[in-house]
């Protein structure tokens, strides 16, 4: 009898087991990261060096300042909204903090704070435009990321801003460590704020009240309203929270290069873009998780970090670029008809 009652109770265990891995197979997540390790086996066999610690160390410095941007724009996607302004907010709120810093001489707490308070204005200003005057979010975002870019440039006369003060571009070191081969390998300021950030978001989106009225504005905004879901609050929190984001992002790369340039974040829209449809982000709303941004971010570090270190032209990476989002963007949709007609045949079948 014991041995029938051990074998009852293996049997929910196996399926259960099975049913997890089916669920793992079914995450994004599991293929991305299956993906970068075959990238990155690719990689360190064509290339020597590729999975050194000093470089993975510089990959991850590289790209913190688009993975930051990349917290802000997965959670505008998952609230159902996009967003191709959050370069240029990240430009104008860098500059206008370095003008402060450099020609009014004020402290870094003011001008830290004035650079922040800049994006999520910046990005506000967009929440209203979509919400209150009903226009569409893709529309919105690129009109404001016209206007921003251009009054900056008009304004700055395209011209850098070098005069930095110490506090701003002192490289800060959290961890140091010497390599066999005599490199240093530094856990610097931008990569210790791209781990807070991501976890600030994550904790936001899986933690807090907020971040699962996100998901179900994303999922279905109107079926959210009618439960009594502040949509108006939630467009200011997305399109703010990604403002805040982008302006420490450009603050970031100012601190990273000792330098403010207006136009440093030309044409990093796509990649971040790319890199949270990657990971799973839907373009549709209401899908979308932390790690699979920070894993998307990986993998396109790891594809444009192998492929120079090929010699293999930049234009290749953009191509890389293009047919993620193109392949995201019809998964997406074919996921979508799909779900609608399983739900056609199970009305039909309920009516039968």
Known sequence: MPDALSVAGAVPHASDGRAGLTRLRRRPEFWLLLVILIVGALFSALAPGFLSLPNVIDLLETYSVQAVMAMGLFVVLVAGGIDISFAATASVS?????????????????VILAGLLIGTALGCL??????????????????????????????????????????????????????????LARITLPI???????????????RLSVGRQLYAMGGN?????????????????????LGFTAALAGMLQAHRVGESVPNAFANTELAVLSAAVLGGASLTGGIGTVPGVLLGIVLLAML?????????????????????ILVSTSVTVISSRRGRRLRGIGEASTHG
């Open 304 to 324: 444009q970090n192998g492929l120079n270190l090929l010699g293999v032209s930049s234009y290749f990476f953009q191509i890389v670029i293009g047919l993620t």
């Open 192 to 206: 210790v704020l791209m781990i807070v950030v991501a976890l600030v978001t994550w904790a936001m989106m899986t």
């Open 221 to 241: 905004a109107e079926a959210a309203r009618r439960i009594g879901v502040p949509i108006a609050r939630l467009h200011f929190v997305a399109y703010g929270y």
């Open 94 to 110: 860098q500059y206008c903090a370095a003008l402060l810093a450099s020609q009014m001489g004020l402290p870094a707490p003011l």
């Open 126 to 183: 967009n929440a209203a435009l979509i919400f209150y005057l009903r226009i569409t979010s893709i529309i919105a975002t690129i009109a404001m990321m016209s206007v921003s870019f251009s009054l900056l440039m008009y304004f700055s006369g395209g011209r850098s801003i070098y005069t930095l003060p110490d506090w701003w571009t002192t490289r800060i070191t959290f961890f140091q460590t010497e390599t066999a081969s005599g490199d």
